[in-house]
């Protein structure tokens, strides 16, 4: 009777610390670990068990009188022992029993709490399925930008071959541009120079035809400018403007009228006009010396547009 009731016992109390409310664990965790690990705490939790049903006092009193009773007592009298346990009030044996019941549910609850959060730990962590997922997502992750840059790079081909198309051909719109003002400007320097050509011939027929002519004082000058370069004096950088045509009348013409209409050619450094050594009166002619002239050809050609001169 004794071991029967203990056996009860020990059967309820296991299955309140952990057979009857811990969670099952399930049959495939992803992992051998997480196995080892579930299998490993429900052994803790049981082995924890039966150490606090070995040390706790969870055998009824009046199991504890019959079992003394017994050893004590004759057989004959364990009717009479029963019936005197028996006359204890019951209600004390069921709440202490229900009371260390329920201390150990709690103390089972606390267990069963400690390790679903240890279980949520290690299954929190990279398991082996969940890593083998992971190296083929990168692998694929990998062909996937693989594709992507072979892509790229096929299409950065294309456009540096568009690209290399447009500036080619804007060179080669420049180039033309630069070939027809090369071309222009050759035509123009050859007008350029046909013209300066036939401005050198036309100066030099008038300088030619102005040297045929003849004029008053023309045989002196001559040979005043022999008498210079026979002495070695040298000849002023100067020339002189023989102009014609003017009235007998003095009052119309004089040096200071001269000199206000020829001043915009250059710098005048004499004006002589001739007179008639007889009487005196002006002979309608004179000679206007400027200074300075570089190029007598240029200063001829000017004054020529404007009047008509003989120059020496």
Known sequence: MFSMKEEKEETEYAQVAGLGYLPQAAPHLGASFADDMTQRYLQ????????QLQSADTVPQFVKAIKVEED????????????VVTTEPPSL??????TKIQAARDRAQKIISRFQQQQQHFLSEPSESSTTGTSVFAAVRQISLAKEEERKQRFLEKNFEYVTAREQQRMQQQAAELSAAE?????????????????????????????????IGTSLRKNRVD????KGSGIRN???????????????VDENVLRDLFRSYGIIEKIHL???????????DGLIIFEGCQNTEEFL???CRQVRVNAW
């Open 238 to 252: 100067s020339i002189a403007v023989y102009v014609s045509g003017f009235e007998d009348d003095s009052s119309s």
């Open 72 to 83: 004590d007592e004759p057989i004959h009298q364990e009717m009479e022992v029963t019936s």
């Open 93 to 98: 044996a069921v709440v202490d029993d229900a």
């Open 301 to 303: 050609d000017t004054v």
């Open 44 to 51: 803790q939790c049981l082995e924890y068990h039966e150490q």
């Open 274 to 284: 001739y007179r008639d050594k007889v009487q005196g009166n002006m002979k309608g």
């Open 227 to 230: 008498r210079q370069c026979q």
């Open 183 to 215: 071309e222009w400007n050759r035509e123009y320097l050859a007008i350029m120079e046909e013209r300066q050509q036939q401005r050198y011939e036309t100066q030099k027929q008038r300088k030619d035809y102005m040297a045929t002519q003849a004029g």
